[in-house]
């Protein structure tokens, strides 16, 4: 058994939570903030089958999309001092962790 921890942007998280519901794939939705840009992300934890992290994991893709977009840096949030120019940087997508499960217990 595997536990997924899937890190999306909020936009793609309700595209994603219905691409779950849609699939049969059970998944427990967090409220995060992401450390560098400061916005607020999704985490899933997705406990499933060995034989099922491909499914889970091409459903993720599939519904998380990457972006770019303009910010203006600031040294207290990135701890850089980049100017004042807007920096165009790539957001979304998903980061995925998968992790072993020696034991999954439901009450």
Excluded at 3 to 23: C, T
Excluded at 31 to 43: A, C, H, I, M
Excluded at 87 to 96: D, E, F, N, S, Y
């Amino acid at each position: 058994m595997k536990l997924i921890i899937a890190i999306v942007q909020k936009e793609d998280s309700n595209k994603l939570q219905r691409a779950f519901v849609k699939n049969n794939i059970r998944a427990t939705k967090l409220s995060t903030t992401g450390g560098f840009l400061s916005q607020g992300n999704t985490t899933f934890m997705v406990g499933t089958a060995d034989e099922s992290v491909d499914k889970v994991l091409k459903v993720i893709k599939g519904e998380s999309k990457a972006r770019e977009e303009y910010m203006n840096p600031n040294m207290v949030t990135t701890g850089f001092d980049m100017g004042s120019q807007p920096v165009k940087i790539t957001v979304g997508g998903a980061t995925c962790f998968v992790l072993p499960v020696e034991e999954f217990k439901r009450f």
